[in-house]
């Protein structure tokens, strides 16, 4: 007898929900299946869910966590803390694409705890997290992420609100932030999500720090990662390219919510 599908329920219906959606949808992730959807706009989740090949009910948050055994966040750092609470509170699974309102959040994992559920934080935008969680089974000694983004990007984000030159006519690249990656997230709350899931693969968001570039010379969202520690050392950069219906995302974070829903019932585990 083949086991029982996962039933996945996302909220949020922007770049990433419609594109995990779709390949749900398709049959592309075995062992999982859509089981509905919700979002801030339930007329709009309406007319994307219609397109489907198999259209599944769209419902307020409260009502499609009874339906499903995992949620999919795929909406804002504002909306995480309802999203989580109102799904770990139900015993049901978490993964969240706005790591970054997760960030030193020990009472949503023990919310999680108390429930018999777990939060699944996806690699997103970002390579490497394997090695990083690995290390940290060691001693590592530091973790330092550098991000260079079109700076357009970085528009509307509170840590630009104050800088004392125009992002429109940037012509050369100019730090806007530098330190920890806890200030990065809260001044940043829509383009560093990556930076979070650094922190607690390794040493903590106080301990990681981060530099961010707006920078007009790349048109890809860029990381680089370096970590030291007692395994020696890993340089990682990726460069993402951004996704047509939202550039501040890069194509890489739905492809990694996807490769992580097909992990959970993978018979073969890689990586980590
Ligand atoms: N972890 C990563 O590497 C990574 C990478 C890219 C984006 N992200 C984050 O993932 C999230 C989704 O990204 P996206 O590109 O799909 O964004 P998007 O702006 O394209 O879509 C967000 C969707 O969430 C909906 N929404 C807003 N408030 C909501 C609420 N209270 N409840 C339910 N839905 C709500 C919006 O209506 C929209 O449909 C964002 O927080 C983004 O910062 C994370």
């Known amino acids: ?29 075995p062992g999982a299946t859509l ?54 509170k139900a015993g049901k699974d978490l993964m969240a694409l706005s790591g970054g309102a997760l960030l030193d959040r020990q009472d949503l994992c023990d919310l999680a705890s108390a429930n018999g559920a777990t939060i699944y934080v996806p690699s997103g935008a ?35 609100a104050n800088l004392d030159f125009d992002l429109d006519t940037l012509k050369e690249p100019r730090i806007v932030f530098e330190g920890p990656t806890a200030e990065a997230c809260k001044l940043f709350p829509a383009n560093v999500n990556v930076s979070a899931a650094l922190s607690m693969a390794g ?28 395994f020696g050392r890993l340089a990682i950069k990726i460069e993402n390219t951004p996704s047509p219906t939202n550039p501040r995302t890069g194509v890489l974070s739905a492809l990694s919510a996807i490769a992580s829903l097909k992990k959970l019932t993978s018979p073969l585990q890689i990586g980590t």
């Open 35 to 88: 089981a509905a959807m919700t979002s801030r706009n339930l007329d709009r989740v309406k007319a994307f869910v219609d397109t489907l090949a198999n259209p599944v009910p769209v419902l307020p948050l409260d009502e499609l966590v009874q339906l499903v055994d995992m949620v999919v966040e795929a909406a804002t750092g504002q909306a995480l803390n309802d999203i989580a609470t109102e799904t770990l």
């Open 203 to 230: 040493i903590g968001s106080k301990k990681t720090t981060i530099r961010i570039y707006a920078d007009p010379t790349v048109t890809k969202n860029t990381h680089e990662i370096v970590v030291e520690g007692e």
């Open 126 to 160: 970002i390579a490497g997290l394997d090695g990083v969680v690995s290390a940290s089974a060691g001693r590592i000694d530091s973790v330092t992420m550098t991000t260079r983004k079109p700076p357009a990007g970085l528009k509307g984000a509170p840590g630009v």
């Open 1 to 29: 007898m083949s086991p029982q599908l996962k039933k996945i329920g996302i909220a949020g219906c922007g770049t990433i929900g419609q594109k995990v959606a779709s390949e749900l949808d398709q049959g592309k992730v």
